[in-house]
């Protein structure tokens, strides 16, 4: 008999580790194939050449669902994931899909591009020769004063506004906005892109995903998750 149960690729220490805790979260039967980044020469640090076999892009996450269709982009795969096995409507946001589309889209594309530019510079100044770091440093800094800092600044503000007096954005548990928001709100903090002090509450719901022992179920399955450069 075939077997009907999902397949998540996996890739350490990247986005795909949010679609983990989505699983874990539904708790239902799944097949999780492990994937580690490449460690040296020109390609260090990118995803290996094996994740080609299941999809073109090579890129994480994949989901390969029951009946063998291969989903990428992690918005798509925690659409799909939500609508295909939470039966009982516990992580669809209280009903109000136009408002969980919304928060997820602004946190894959606006912010999502803010912290990607400010990831390529940080690896940028890392990977440049010692005598031109320091101008590229400058560089960087005032991109983030003038630029990526205030855009950051204001998207958070209005991610905090979102979630008010609420323990998740979906309510009393969380839904696929709070699964999407994870991952840059989770490299904003590990990279100081923002001043959480700022975003107390944001902090403080950041700290109660990290408690759910869903999440913790997530890490300790995984391989690997640190955003340090």
């Known amino acids: 008999m075939a077997d009907l149960k999902p397949t998540l690729h996996h890739l350490d220490n990247s986005q ?14 799944y097949n999780l194939a492990l994937h580690k980044r490449q460690e040296t020469g020109p390609k260090a640090r990118r995803a290996p050449e094996e994740l080609k076999n299941t999809h ?24 799909y994931l939500i609508q295909t096995y939470d039966r009982e409507g516990k992580f669809k946001c209280g009903g109000d899909w136009m408002r969980d589309e919304e928060l997820s889209n602004l946190a894959s594309t606006t912010i999502g591009s803010l912290t990607m530019l400010e ?9 440049s020769p010692w005598f031109i770091r320091p101008l590229l440093s400058t560089v960087h800094a005032k991109m983030h004063s003038a630029f990526t800092g205030p855009d ?9 506004q979102q979630l008010g007096d609420r323990d998740y954005f979906g309510g009393d548990y969380p839904s696929q906005a709070d699964f999407i928001i994870s991952w840059p709100m989770d490299q904003c903090m590990e990279r100081d892109l923002i ?3 700022k975003h107390t509450s944001l902090g403080e719901w950041h700290e109660r995903i990290h408690e759910r022992p869903a999440w913790k ?10 955003l340090e450069l």
């Open 217 to 226: 179920r997530s890490i300790e399955k995984g391989n690997g998750y640190s």
């Open 119 to 127: 990831l390529v510079f940080s690896l940028l100044v890392q990977a």
């Open 152 to 160: 950051l600044d204001l998207n958070f503000t209005y991610l905090e």
């Open 56 to 79: 073109f892009l090579g890129k994480a996450p994949q989901l390969e669902t029951g009946n063998g269709r291969v989903i990428v982009e992690s918005l798509v795969i925690a659409r």
């Open 16 to 29: 795909s580790q949010r679609i983990l805790w989505l699983l874990e979260e539904l708790e239902i039967p």
């Open 195 to 197: 001043d959480v002090k």
